[in-house]
């Protein structure tokens, strides 16, 4: 039922509507997880999760592909998807964090690289946030080209990370201000805000870009047109994830 629902509203460009869908496969995804396999919510949430995404990503960017650009309406698309599941999981790391350890421990993995957490700081922040940048970007890209469908699975994965993070950090702080402003070594979430975002939009875009090549191929599209089309938005992911990094190393 999801996936159709998912494909209906954004036929009809209810953008809001796409978010409370993924919403709500977010939090759909963790019950059946919990109530099936109570001990690896961590990871299965975020594949239950991810599969009434599958149908209707394939479907929209099969069509995209052959529309061909501007691919703004697909962009909108994925990135509603993503901000529903990122809330459903941001409610979850509020309310259940004890049961994402796998989620914790990439994002401590990260704050002790890039000296968050009371250790020693690298000398070259930005070098250490674009290689990983880098490393995520061109994974997605080669996910998405390989099995199609934007990389249903990565989306859910990385609204699950960030929103388990913001909830870390949320949790760790009291009160309205301290939420704001941060206190102590407990930075502030909406200090993440500007980066992540960016971050997040180059994601997608690695995600679409690939999805593309991927229906191109399917559809045998090489004409120089269509490849040049898709090397622009490829590259226009690499600057996002660029501005990104020079943000959060600044």
Known sequence: MLPELILREEKQGSLKYVTLLGLLSGLTGYGIAKFIFPGQTDVLSVVFASIPLVFPLTKVFLEDEENGRPHTDEVEFYGTLFLGQFIAFLTLGLLRPEDFSMQTAVFSEQMTQLGLTGNAILPDVFFVVISNNLVLYLSIFAVA?????????ILTWNASALGIFMAHLIAELRGFSEILLGAGKT????????????????FAVAGICGSLVSAAVYREHFDTDTWKDLTKLFVGG?????????LESA
């Open 187 to 202: 930075p502030s979430p909406v200090a993440y805000v500007p980066h992540a975002t960016l971050e997040m939009a180059g």
């Open 238 to 246: 690499l600057l996002l994830i660029l501005v990104a990094a020079l």
């Open 145 to 153: 080209a390989v099995i199609g469908s934007a990389g249903a699975f």
